[in-house]
């Protein structure tokens, strides 16, 4: 039997077929639960923004116009739920863009990383998670869900020079992380 594809599913949603939105949530809700699990740094938070979320695109998806891809449309809404759970707790964002080199010293964890990674894409998604959420983001935007350059800016919503400026600004802390930490040898 064929799997349905995104399109079908939504269309089916939009017909009044709501059980199918379930089909949508499981396709999103790993990798929405890691975002937003990295950006609120709290499981509790990021459950309840990935269930905020989910409403918020299951009540809007009549108008969502297909402009866009789904998952386009779908990490705008998780990012802006984040974000208005930031700065309802009067979290200031400005900490979490800080320069790379302030936000890790791995020290004894590099040993607990790579004994709770099972696979080596786990350990590097770890070694991700240690970068800024802003840079973090990127990476696994472009890298892991395949999203594109467009695609990116308009979930961050900023510009497409800044979307590219932040992805190598990413890939160079990822690699100053590597290097800094002799994690190349294990990736290799």
């Given at each position: 039997?064929?799997?349905?594809?995104?399109?079908?599913?939504?269309?089916?949603?939009?017909?009044?077929?709501?059980?199918?939105?379930?089909?949508?949530?499981?396709?999103?809700?790993?990798?929405?639960?890691?975002?937003?699990?990295?950006?609120?740094?709290?499981?509790?938070?990021?459950?309840?923004?990935?269930?905020?979320?989910?409403?918020?695109v299951f009540n809007s998806l009549s108008e969502f116009r297909e402009e866009s891809k789904?998952?386009?449309?779908?990490?705008?809404?998780?990012?802006?739920?984040?974000?208005?759970?930031?700065?309802?707790?009067?979290?200031?964002?400005?900490?979490?863009?800080?320069?790379?080199?302030?936000?890790?010293?791995?020290?004894?964890?590099?040993?607990?990383?790579?004994?709770?990674?099972?696979?080596?894409?786990?350990?590097?998604?770890?070694?991700?998670?240690?970068?800024?959420?802003?840079?973090?983001?990127?990476?696994?935007?472009?890298?892991?869900?395949?999203?594109?350059?467009?695609?990116?800016?308009?979930?961050?919503?900023?510009?497409?020079?800044?979307?590219?400026?932040?992805?190598?600004?990413?890939?160079?802390?990822?690699?100053?992380?590597?290097?800094?930490?002799?994690?190349?040898?294990?990736?290799?």
């Open positions: 039997m064929k799997k349905p594809s995104e399109e079908e599913i939504i269309e089916s949603v939009k017909k009044g077929n709501h059980g199918d939105f379930a089909l949508l949530i499981d396709m999103y809700k790993d990798r929405a639960f890691t975002l937003l699990k990295k950006m609120l740094k709290n499981e509790m938070d990021a459950e309840e923004a990935l269930q905020d979320s989910f409403l918020k789904f998952s386009t449309w779908f990490y705008r809404v998780v990012y802006n739920t984040a974000l208005t759970i930031i700065s309802s707790k009067k979290r200031k964002i400005i900490m979490e863009m800080s320069s790379v080199d302030d936000h890790f010293d791995l020290g004894d964890e590099d040993n607990k990383i790579y004994a709770q990674a099972e696979n080596q894409n786990e350990y590097v998604l770890k070694i991700v998670d240690k970068l800024p959420v802003r840079n973090a983001l990127v990476i696994i935007l472009f890298y892991i869900d395949g999203l594109s350059l467009n695609e990116i800016s308009k979930v961050l919503g900023i510009s497409l020079v800044n979307t590219k400026v932040l992805l190598h600004r990413s890939r160079n802390g990822l690699r100053d992380l590597i290097l800094k930490h002799n994690y190349q040898e294990v990736l290799l």
